[in-house]
């Protein structure tokens, strides 16, 4: 009995060091600060894309959203965090929360632009950097227009 | 006009101010669906629209007798009488008018949220600085929204045109590009060169007005040397 106490107890313990538990407060947050922090260095981009274009610059910001895109952010939207409030209330749809496979697919398509962002960052190419930008905008967009609530 | 069977109906600036319109929704839907580096054609076709609409909303004051919004405004007697197909006018019919309006409408929705709209990814409307940021996603909520019922107006205004077309054996497309229609009937006066000449100087300050070319510059960002190097 107290063998069986101590191996749930021992279970429980490893289960949550596995998969520390995140608070839907916190997850929202999070998730609001990475969009921000990649809103940020997209806004870096562009400025560069339309103006003097600085190559360090932006690498600097396609390496941010590279990082945050493969940070693996899904596991921010945890269960219940459909609604809730961060820094502001989630504009999320609980759709994102049920449509598997079409969520998956545009997260690795945007997975993808943003490692294609950062590999033409690096060569300092601005007109592929362009492309490159405009087409992770669009897969920016292709959540927002599905997932977002208007 | 020069032969009795035809009548002039729409100017050329009207039908110019159509045909405009037409192209520019058409490439605003597309560039605002496809999204990507597209938008900011989004936002270059939007400017040309701030200025047709505002060539539109004086030219239906100083325009010729057809293009008139005294002319066609669709007053429910109007209405009615059409209905009962009692109405016999050139131009738009009481019906045909309620599109106009809505249309216009409709579209100055999209113009005026537009211009304050942010798409959250790295677009914001010229006069976006003009708003908060609460107040640009709200409009850019309803900018979302109102082109769903600025695409219902499309189709229905595309259905009517069918409809006269091959149940009442009437082409309405041939005197939106000719100008004039078979038969006889009052012809459009009016909208002369100096009402002409007005209405495009409205809609250029239109268009400087909404490009938000007049807004004070940023302030020029501190010397670098300010800002720590990593």
Redesign the interface.
Known sequence: MKNKLMLALLATALTATAHAQVKTEDAIKWRQSA?ATM?WS??R??ANVEGTYNKDEVIKAANVIQAIANSGMGALYVPGSDKGKGWVDTRVKPELFTDGAKVGKIAGDFNQAANELAKVAATGDAGAV??A???L??T??SC?DDYRN? | MNSNNRTLVWDLPTRLFHWLLALAVIGLVVTGKVGGNLIDWHGRIGLVVAGLIVFRLVWGVLGSTYARFATFFPTPGRIAAYLRGEWRGLGHNPLGALSVFALIGVLTVQLLTGLVANDDIAFAGPLHDLVGRDFSNLATSWHRLAVNVLIVLVVLHLAAIMFYAHVKKDNLVKPMVRGWKEGGGEPARGGGLVALLVALALAAAAVYAASGAWLPEPPPPPPAVTTPAW
């Open positions: 969009y809103g997209m806004a981009i562009k362009k492309n930008f405009g087409k905008g669009g920016c967009k927002h208007k």
